[in-house]
Every structure is written in structure tokens, then in C-alpha cells.
């Protein structure tokens, strides 16, 4: 329920005698609002607008454009937890996550996640926001966020923006900002990322603590995407797909009867041994392998995979992605399966082929979450413009160079004893899977010396697990209990 609307400062989206559309460098409208949280009354403060970035020289080279929800009905508020979001892509907007999983409105949405006309929002009951204030960030070129002309009318080179690297850097230094603009220096803060967004967080986590002297209480990956697996392949990323594989054909039923009449997670734990123990070293062996085990490894991986030993073969073990999305259903229903969401799907031109002719479960919910996301921002928070909110953003040729983050991560745990990690993961996730989830987490630290601070948790549902309601409130008190646990509670920071 919105009670009122106040004006910090006036957006200008289309002015000037040039006539030109430009976007605000600060400026920011603030609404207050009210949502039941779990049986619980809260009331609280969205504020909505643009920070800017600036150079070395001290010149606004960029302007993003955020959501900041604030708990008012509480004591000490600045000592509340503060989360920090953000999507991924590279150039996907913070939407998802925020009217879909952690903010204090949600889709109108089935009970599966699929979309509903009339499109729309609704509160969300499940919301962090009783425990946690929540700031959702957009990168340079996602949502209402771009670049901004500099003094002598030119823009800043995209290399400041656009690679894992430059996007940690100049991020780093936007939240320092905020935090210091909000006055939230005392909170326990806390970074969380989807998809992309894991690489990005887990570089932060090092950043923030080097570059800008902040130390975090919490780091969250949600599907996260790991460039040292995802997209490289070889033995071991390929093999980490099977478990996906075995969820995905166990949800359409296309499993042998022993397998298909136990519980999901009953089955997953012998596809995760067989793949990691058997597949990644036949697949290792190529063209040196003896017949005699290629057989035997196609059978098992058919076994677990719902495909034919004929086509396991075909692939020399190596089946793709986007192979078995194509394939899984061919011969059954001639329906294709969603990348993002396998529970989701498609329905090709032809059945021949070896990959889908779209992404069943995106455009699923582009369908829901585009207008509600371009509804809520202009009807309830009351931010008016002629910009384009740009749910997917040009972010150029993404500099993936000397991606370290996995080590950054590990070091700003070693540095930091308060920092936890939680990865959360859906067992129907075809793009970044969840068992690639898993072992990004043991790659973390060889040593196993962190392991102890690292969590893992799945859900029965896709990239956005959130979206199915019963993963929706599990996801959510998943993030209550990973909060709680890792705050300090009076305890010194200290081995």
C-alpha cells in the first residue's frame, strides 16, 4: 500500500532546448509504503533514482539507477542488515530478483512461475525486508543506467565499464558511496548476485575490502555463472552437466522405473558420483578410450540421462546442452525443453536438429516481468521517464581477461572471519547448473580450510527458482537463516 510521495529532486527525462533524452546524474523520488511480511506489519521507505559514477579525475562518467527499500517501523535502523543486489547477464537490469524474489512486491504469477494476464505486481509475503534493507543496483546500460557526456562532451572509453574486471572496479566504488550517503557504515553488509552476478560478487567481496575498506558479513550467489566452467568445455565441464540431466529427465519422466520411482534427491547424489568419478575421466581418455568402457559409460550415462545410448555415443560422451534440449523429448512429445528452466517448453519448426529454436522459459517471462517492472516503477514509485528501461543492455564486447575471482573470494575470506558464502541453486538450471554451483564453491579453497563458512542450497525448479512459489518461500527463509548465522552477535573478528 503506497501512503505518500515526496520529491527529493525533479527528474528531467526528455528537456532542454536541444530536445535530446538524457539521463539524470542524481536525483532520486522517495514513496513510503506498507507490506505483511510473514504475518508481520511492515512499513517501509523506497527510494528510487539515480548516483552518480565519477573518474579518477573526479567527472561523472556514468549514472545508475537504483531501488533502495529501507525498514522504517524498527529501532536502530541504521544497524539493520543492508543487501545489496544485483542481477547479471552481463547486461541484464536488477529485476528479476527484485519483483520476483527479495523486494516487497512480487509478479502476478501462477503458483509454477508461469506468466498470468492482466499483467501486474502484488506484495510479496515471503520478502527479506523484516530482517534486511535492500538496495537493487543496475550496471552501466541495464535499466534506466547509462553512460553521461564528461565535461568535453565525450564519453568515457567502455573498458571502464564493460569486462569483469572494470564492472568490480567502478561497482566497488558506487557502493562506497551509497553506503556513505545512507549512513550505513555500521550495518552488516551483505552483496548478492544471480547468474552473472556470482562472478561479479565474488570480486567484489575482495574489492570492497581492499579498495574501499569495506568488510562484508555475507556473500549470496544465486545460479551463479562461473567462467572457469561455464561455456569452456572439456571433461570436466561437460561432465558437470549430467546431474542437471538426470534432474531434468526425472521432472518429465523419462528416467528407467528404479530411478523414476525415487525422490529426486535420492538419485542426484549417484548421477554427482558417476560424474565426477567415472564420466570425467572417460571423456578425458577421447579418442584412447576402449570400446569396451565407451559402452559401458554410454549405458550408465543413458541410464542417468534419459537419452539413448545411440546418440551418448554419437557424441563421443560429450553431449551438449543445447543438444539435449533439443533431443530429450524428440521422440516422446517433439517438444524441446527451456534452457534456463527445463521444466519449461518449446515447440520447434522441426523436430530434426540439435538445438532449440528458442528459449522456452525466457520468453515465458519476458511475457511478465517487462511490464511489470515499467508499471510498478512509474504507478508505485511514483518515477516518471521517457528512458528506456533496458531489461537486457549493450554492454559491448565483456573483457572476460584475467578472471580471478574465485581466488579473490577465498582471499577476502581468509582476510575476513565474519564473511560466509551462500550458494543457491535450481535443480532444473540448464544454462549455469547446479551442480556447476557445487563445485565452484570446492574450487574456492582447495586447501578446505573455509569450507566450514560455505553453504549450498537447492531448490526443485530453474535459474530463478524464486519463481516457483514454494521455492519462493523456501529461497527466502534460506536467506533469513544464512543472515542470522552469519552476524557477528558481539563475537571479535578473529581466528
Known amino acids: 500500500m503506497k501512503i505518500n510521495l515526496f520529491v ?93 524474489y527479495t523486494g516487497p512486491k512480487i509478479l502476478k504469477i501462477d503458483s509454477e512461475g508461469y506468466p498470468v494476464q492482466p499483467y501486474g505486481i502484488k506484495d510479496n509475503p515471503n520478502s527479506i525486508l523484516d530482517v534486511a534493507d535492500i538496495v537493487f543496483v543496475n550496471p552501466v546500460n541495464t535499466g534506466y543506467s547509462r553512460k553521461v557526456k564528461k565535461m568535453n562532451g565525450e564519453y568515457e572509453d567502455d573498458k571502464t565499464f564493460f569486462g569483469i574486471n572494470a564492472d568490480i572496479r567502478y561497482l566497488a566504488g558506487w557502493i562506497n558511496t551509497f553506503v556513505t550517503r545512507q549512513n550505513r557504515w555500521e550495518s552488516p553488509k551483505y552483496i548478492i548476485g544471480e547468474s552473472y552476478g556470482g562472478t561479479r560478487v565474488m570480486g567484489l567481496a575482495l574489492e570492497l575490502q581492499n579498495s574501499q575498506w569495506m568488510y562484508l558479513n555475507g556473500v549470496i550467489m544465486v545460479s551463479p555463472a562461473d567462467y572457469k566452467v561455464l561455456r569452456v568445455g572439456g571433461p570436466v565441464s561437460s561432465s558437470l552437466n549430467l546431474p542437471y540431466f538426470t534432474a531434468t529427465a526425472w521432472y518429465h519422466k523419462m528416467l528407467p522405473a528404479d530411478l523414476q520411482n525415487k525422490d529426486l534427491l535420492e538419485i542426484l547424489p549417484e548421477a554427482e558420483e558417476f560424474a565426477i568419478n567415472k564420466l570425467i575421466p572417460a571423456i578425458a581418455k577421447g579418442g584412447f578410450i576402449s570400446d569396451a568402457e565407451r559402452k559401458a559409460i554410454a549405458k550408465r550415462y543413458s541410464y542417468y540421462s534419459g537419452l539413448s545410448e545411440k546418440v551418448i555415443l554419437q557424441q563421443n560422451l560429450d553431449v551438449p546442452n543445447r543438444f539435449f534440449w533439443k533431443e530429450l523429448l524428440r521422440d516422446k512429445t517433439g517438444q524441446t525443453v527451456g534452457r534456463l528452466d527445463s521444466r519449461y517448453l518449446g515447440i520447434d519448426k522441426v523436430e530434426t536438429g540439435t538445438s532449440p529454436d528458442y528459449s522456452a522459459e525466457l520468453t515465458s517471462w519476458l511475457h511478465s516481468f517487462t511490464p511489470a517492472i515499467n508499471y510498478y516503477i512509474q504507478n508505485e514509485l511514483g518515477f516518471k521517464t521517457d528512458v528506456k528501461y533496458n531489461v537486457f543492455g549493450n554492454v559491448g564486447r565483456w573483457d572476460n581477461s584475467n578472471d580471478n575471482v574465485r581466488d579473490d573470494l577465498r582471499q577476502a575470506m581468509a582476510q575476513n572471519p565474519y564473511l560466509k558464502v551462500l550458494t543457491q541453486s535450481g535443480y532444473y538450471d540448464g544454462a549455469t547448473t547446479y551442480f556447476s554451483g557445487k563445485y565452484n564453491q570446492w574450487q574456492i579453497d582447495p586447501s578446505g580450510k573455509l569450507k566450514d563458512r560455505m553453504y549450498f542450497k537447492g531448490y526443485r525448479s530453474g535459474h530463478m527458482m524464486y519463481l516457483r512459489n514454494e521455492d519462493l518461500i523456501k529461497a527466502n527463509d534460506d536467506l533469513r537463516e544464512f543472515i542470522k548465522n552469519s552476524l557477528a552477535n558481539g563475537k571479535s573478528a578473529k581466528y
Do not use: C
Open 8 to 100: 527529493i529532486a525533479l527528474l528531467v527525462s526528455a528537456v532542454g532546448n536541444s530536445q535530446m533524452l538524457q539521463t539524470p546524474t542524481d536525483t532520486a523520488y522517495v514513496t513510503n509504503h506498507n507490506v505483511r511480511i510473514r504475518g508481520q506489519s511492515v512499513d517501509y521507505r523506497a527510494e528510487t533514482g539515480f548516483q552518480p559514477v565519477w573518474n579518477t579525475e573526479g567527472e561523472v562518467v556514468a549514472s545508475l539507477y537504483y531501488t533502495y527499500y529501507k525498514r522504517t517501523n524498527v529501532s536502530k535502523g541504521n544497524e539493520r542488515p543492508l543487501i545489496v543486489s544485483f542481477n547479471g547477464g552481463p547486461g541484464s537490469a536488477s529485476v528479476w530478483m527484485h519483483v520476483a
